[in-house]
């Protein structure tokens, strides 16, 4: 198993430009998310997922759009990147079972917005 | 009252210490408590996952005190290899407890 990829690992972009990043995870977990962390602001949700097709707005959606067209993907988009979107971009999945639960993040993507 | 607040750190204590990290939690709804690890450049990694008073692995301890509203974690005869930065994580309780919301982190270095 691979678990939780993502791609690309690295990405510069300048300001007004857009870009996808892709997160895929083979494990069939129903939740996806897709976090930022900034230092000293810790991780952030950003969107997330409880189900193929659907897409949830977490604690910092704003210039960011999301989709889960199957179970297994979950892409983020930056229509027009800011220079204060420059962050490292976890997505991470889980299952939710008899209460428990299992949260899994993927590589990171590092992007920086000039 | 954050949603989830840690110890700011840093640590740095001596190979073979014990050395333990809070987490303070506000949502009394939360049911499912865990600690991340996260080296340096790169993802945060499940370390423990907690849903009742306690959890022992090895070397590792987590409690839950939830009167308190806090979860700490134990490491006893530390490692070089333990050095990292720790996350707390509560999930959202009731029907979002597929949530979770981390703690900024508490940096720990272990030193010769």
């Known amino acids: 198993n691979a678990g939780v990829t993502q791609t690309p690992k690295f990405r510069v972009l300048k300001t007004g430009q857009s870009m996808t990043l892709l997160c895929a995870q083979d494990?069939?977990?129903?939740?996806m998310y897709w976090y930022r962390q900034d230092p000293g602001m810790g991780l952030r949700l950003i969107h997330y997922?409880?189900?193929?097709?659907?897409?949830a707005k977490g604690e910092v959606p704003d210039g960011y759009n999301v989709s889960r067209l199957k179970k297994q993907n979950f892409l983020l988009g930056l229509e027009s990147a800011a220079p204060s979107q420059t962050s490292v971009y976890f997505c991470?999945?889980?299952?939710?079972?008899?209460?428990?639960?299992?949260?899994?993040f993927g590589p990171g993507t590092r992007l920086t917005v000039t | 009252r954050k949603e989830v607040e840690q110890d700011p750190g840093p640590f740095n204590v001596p190979e073979g210490a014990t050395v333990a990290f809070n987490c303070t939690y506000s949502n009394s709804a939360s049911q499912s408590f865990f600690w991340y690890r996260q080296d340096c450049r790169k993802e945060p990694k499940l370390l423990m996952s907690?849903?009742?008073s306690g959890n022992e692995d090895g070397r590792f301890t987590a409690q839950l005190n939830r009167a308190s509203q806090y979860i700490s974690l134990l490491i006893r005869d530390s490692k070089l290899s333990d050095s990292a930065t720790y996350l707390c994580a509560v999930n959202g309780g009731g029907g979002s407890n597929y949530k979770l919301t981390f703690g900024k982190g508490t940096l720990l270095t272990v030193n010769p």
């Open positions: 494990m069939n977990h129903e939740y």
């Open positions: 997922s409880v189900g193929e097709g659907t897409t």
């Open positions: 907690v849903y009742s």
């Open positions: 991470a999945s889980s299952y939710v079972s008899s209460g428990k639960i299992g949260q899994y």
